[in-house]
DNA sequence: CGAGATGATTAGAT
DNA sequence: ATCTAATCATCTCG
């Protein structure tokens, strides 16, 4: 009954069955039988009872094949009794000889039987795998489902990270599980550190999306939006991190302990988001000051990321970055 | 078909 | 327990 071993990571194939006489692949025919039903389906309930039925068809594999080996077994011991018996007319055998005959011949099949096990075992690793590994039925979230994450993402760019509340909500409303928010926003709060240049043009649509619908539209706020996209954002492998956020590092880290519970302060700040694009896009203009990086990263401190917060000091003053690399947006 | 996008899983850190 | 970073497996688009 112990589990043998567990194929530890996937994708390693290097299964080997037995070769030679014993128990051929009941792991190949299972990965074969779970290969024949692929495509078209995917209906949740329809796949799960695929699942069950490709297990009790192992099952039933094993039981016959157990039957089988077991009545191999008898008629074996059986033959070579009828052989012993004979030669017992021109030679004198003893029953310990028997005896000990016997013992060889089970435990030569009750080895067999054991491969035929593991065999089983690895096929139903094989059909979990398949059918249980959720990466391997992955389907995209609708349109409307990332719309929703995405807006949140970039409304609360400078703490994405929605309480236990905020994410069952979202979850509602997308309809997707909580953990299906987190993953979510844990790749996307990755993804975007990563690589900020090529999220930009998407942080401003949604800026300015959330803009146009919160702050309840003083009218014509249409324009400003997008003079072309900022091929400027560079960031060709090496991130400098261009941590300039100049214009607007007044507001930007008040993340941390200091609204932990306080609903107000996270409305505040989603706000504040949300204002700091508007006025990012158009506050660019009036100086000289090009617009190019109208999103900048302003969450995100120099050495790592949002998370670590909680630095007691240094914050909430504009002391430039660590490197102070500031970026000269002047031409 | 290949490259990039994307959701899920995992190891390790806190 | 939750997050990050890396990675996997699949989807999507050209």
Redesign the pocket.
């Known amino acids: 009954m112990n589990p043998a071993s567990f194929p530890?990571?996937?994708?390693s194939v290097p299964i080997t069955l037995s070769g030679g006489a014993g128990p051929e692949g009941i792991a190949q025919h299972a990965a074969a039988a779970a290969a024949a039903s692929g495509g078209a389906g995917?209906d949740n309930s329809a796949e799960h009872s695929d699942y069950r039925a490709k297990l009790s068809q192992i099952r039933q594999i094993y039981h016959t094949e157990l039957e089988k080996y077991e009545q191999a077994c008898n008629e074996f011991t059986t033959h070579v009794m009828n052989l012993l018996r004979e030669q017992s007319r021109t030679r004198p055998i003893s029953p310990k000889e028997i005896e000990r005959m016997v013992s060889i011949i089970h435990r030569k099949f009750s080895s067999i039987q054991m491969q035929l096990k593991q065999s089983t075992c690895e096929a139903v690793m094989i059909l979990r795998?398949?059918f249980l590994?959720?990466?391997?039925?992955?389907?995209?979230?609708n349109k409307q489902?990332?719309e929703i994450l995405n807006e949140y993402f970039y409304s609360h760019l400078s703490n994405p990270?929605p309480s236990?509340e905020a994410k069952e909500e979202l979850a509602k409303k997308c309809s997707?599980?909580v953990?299906?928010v987190?993953?979510?926003?844990?790749?996307?709060?990755?993804?975007y550190?990563?690589n900020i240049g090529?999220f930009q043009e998407e942080a401003n649509m949604y800026a300015a999306r959330t803009a146009v619908n919160a702050a309840s539209v003083s009218a014509h706020g249409s324009q400003a939006n997008s003079p072309s996209t900022p091929n400027s954002a560079g960031s060709a492998g090496s991130f400098n991190m261009s941590n300039s956020g100049d214009l607007f590092m007044s507001v930007q880290s008040m993340n941390g302990d200091s609204y932990q519970g306080a609903q107000v302060g996270a409305n505040v700040q989603s706000q504040v988001d949300t204002l700091r694009h508007v006025i990012s896009q158009t506050g660019g203009y009036s100086d000289g000051l090009t617009a190019n990086q109208m999103y900048s990263p302003q969450g995100i401190n120099a050495n790592?990321?949002?998370?670590d917060a909680t630095t007691p000091s240094s914050v909430t003053s504009p002391t430039e970055g660590p490197g102070s690399v500031h970026s000269d947006t002047s031409n």
């Open positions: 530890p990571k996937h994708g995917a795998s398949r590994d959720a990466r391997r039925k992955r389907r995209n979230f489902a990332t990270y236990e997707i599980t953990s299906q987190s993953n979510w926003f844990g790749n996307k709060r990755i993804r550190k990563k090529k790592g990321g949002w998370q």
